[in-house]
């Protein structure tokens, strides 16, 4: 049986708790590493889901994410850091309940990054999630 890896939050401030994450994640004991590409909103056939509403792509981008996760024997628990592109700042931290839900349920808080961008790969896509796993 693998061990999980141990993460440990570094975090110098407080005002970082507010928004779910860490300064920075330490990583001891990593049997191994699973790069996830950016999941966003889209169905099984890879079509654009919920045009114009963050918090739904939110919800789908991240149930995307844990099916990959699981699909590795994995899962948000072992998410040491995870970033956020967007291209409509004022709805992600509108819809920020979404990610709070998500991550707080497990008590999880990686390391990430929020960078608003001009698009992504499709004109109905808001939101698109990449992490990094370990175990």
Same mark, same amino acid.
């Given at each position: 049986m693998l061990r999980m890896a141990e993460l440990k939050a570094i975090n110098p401030w407080r005002w970082q708790d507010a928004f779910d994450y860490s300064q920075a994640v330490q990583v001891h004991q990593a049997h191994r590493q699973l790069l996830c590409s950016g999941q966003t909103a889209v169905d099984e056939q890879g079509? +654009?889901?919920? +045009?114009?509403?963050? %918090?739904?792509?939110?919800?789908?981008a991240f149930d995307n994410?844990?099916?990959?996760?699981? $699909? %590795?024997?994995? $899962? &948000?628990?072992?998410?040491?850091?995870?970033?956020?592109?967007v291209t409509d700042l004022p709805a992600f931290l509108a819809a920020g309940a979404v990610v709070s839900r998500r &991550?707080?349920?497990l008590q999880v808080k990686p390391a990430g990054t929020l960078l608003g961008? $001009?698009? &992504?790969?499709?004109? %109905?896509?808001?939101?698109?999630?990449? %992490?990094?796993?370990?175990?």
């Open positions: 079509h +654009p889901q919920h +045009p114009g509403d963050m %918090a739904a792509q939110l919800e789908l994410l844990e099916t990959v996760l699981a $699909s %590795a024997g994995l $899962s &948000l628990l072992n998410v040491a850091r995870l970033n956020f592109y &991550l707080q349920a961008v $001009s698009a &992504l790969f499709h004109p %109905a896509i808001m939101v698109e999630i990449e %992490a990094t796993a370990v175990e």
